[in-house]
């Protein structure tokens, strides 16, 4: 036994020095590097099959700050169909940092036009153009996406001249960096390939219109409700959903930010915060609803405020009876086709 823990002990010097000595010289560190990018860059563009939904976090936090989060943003792929529910503020450097297969992607919807749903779009159009995109990106959303869409082609203008300038037209194709608008109602708005999409009229009032999207593919069904207060809209696109994404908002939580920034001064600040509190899903809601909609499995992303630490989080949740999941960036939810299962990571 002791000569057994002699040679572990002498391998582990061996290697400690042999990392060392790697370390320590331009050929070991470059060795180390090409290593260390050829993994990763393998792993993030293998492809992978998977039959089902794939749900992705891309952005879990609201317009108040948060270092650790970006702003609202979920994917969703259905077999070779990739879809985003807005593109808030870096929200495509998640997407990117967790291997999103953007040639795959078909379209961006948007539930309405807050910043925080919104201002990532220059962002995610560069990326998914990069990876190879085959048609111009379509962002789809409720009447005055026209607007936004139009808006984004005159800032980025210059900018998409550039890339094609310095690449060429073979790998960066001028016509493909400019984004396309399309304006939708309530309804089916998708169904191709096996997947449905369903547009839904949510209360995010006095935002009119703002939309929410359902998800239907082999058997499973996903909903994001956008930004939202507990409505017969949202009730109805949600029943007997597998999986609801929902906006959420802690009361108690609100009510405090409000009060420090009113003892600090910050007026203005503390009405704003007031002033959210009437247009999010309370979590004291949310029990009622995933029972109304028999919804198997509920979780919140868009977090007001999103928590930082362990007692926000459990002061968040603590009204919430129903199994709730606290989601992060880069989350990803796996619902196999015809299944009852939900696997998170």
């Known amino acids: 036994m002791k000569k057994l823990v002699a040679i572990i002990v002498a391998m582990g010097l ?23 990018i050829q993994t990763q860059v393998a792993a993030a563009l293998k492809p992978y099959d998977f039959v089902g939904l794939e749900v992705m976090v891309c952005g879990s936090s609201s ?3 948060d270092p650790t989060r970006a702003q609202a943003c979920i994917m969703v792929r259905a077999g070779d169909q990739m879809f985003l529910i807005d593109s808030g503020s870096g929200s495509n450097t998640v997407l990117q940092a967790n291997g999103a ?28 153009w990069v990876a190879g995109r085959p048609e111009p990106m379509l ?12 808006g984004y082609n005159m800032a980025f203008e210059l900018d998409r001249g550039y890339r094609t300038l310095h690449h060429g037209e073979n790998l960066m194709p001028a016509a493909l960096g400019v984004i396309q608008a399309r304006t939708i109602e309530p309804g089916v708005i998708h169904n191709a390939g096996g997947l449905k999409i369903t547009a839904f009229e949510v209360d995010h009032s006095p935002i009119k219109p703002a939309f929410g999207y359902r998800f239907d593919y082999l058997g499973r069904s996903v909903v994001v409700s956008g930004d939202t207060v507990v409505s017969k809209g949202l009730e109805r696109a949600a029943t007997d959903a597998d999986l609801l994404l929902t906006d959420a908002l802690s009361h108690k939580l609100i009510h405090s930010l409000a009060r420090a920034a009113t003892l600090a001064g910050a007026d203005k600040r503390a009405q704003v915060l007031r002033d959210v509190l009437d247009y999010h899903v309370d979590t004291r ?11 198997r499995q509920v979780a919140l ?21 129903t199994n709730v999941v606290m989601t992060h960036d880069g989350m990803r939810f796996w619902l196999p086709a015809n299944s009852d299962e939900i696997r998170v990571n």
């Open 285 to 295: 809601n949310l029990d009622g609803l995933a029972a109304r909609s028999n919804i």
């Open 139 to 150: 962002v789809m959303g409720p009447q005055g996406v026209e607007k936004v869409v139009a």
């Open 63 to 65: 317009p108040l700050p």
């Open 14 to 36: 061996l290697g400690a020095g042999a990392y060392a000595a790697l370390m320590n010289s331009r050929s070991g560190q470059d060795f180390l590097l090409e290593q260390a």
């Open 301 to 321: 992303y868009h977090l007001v405020p999103p928590t930082r630490n362990a007692i926000m989080e459990k002061i968040f949740t603590r009204d919430i009876a």
């Open 101 to 128: 297969p953007y040639q795959l992607m078909r379209g961006l919807l948007l539930t309405h036009f807050h910043s925080d749903h919104i201002s990532g779009i220059g962002d995610m159009n560069l990326a998914s």
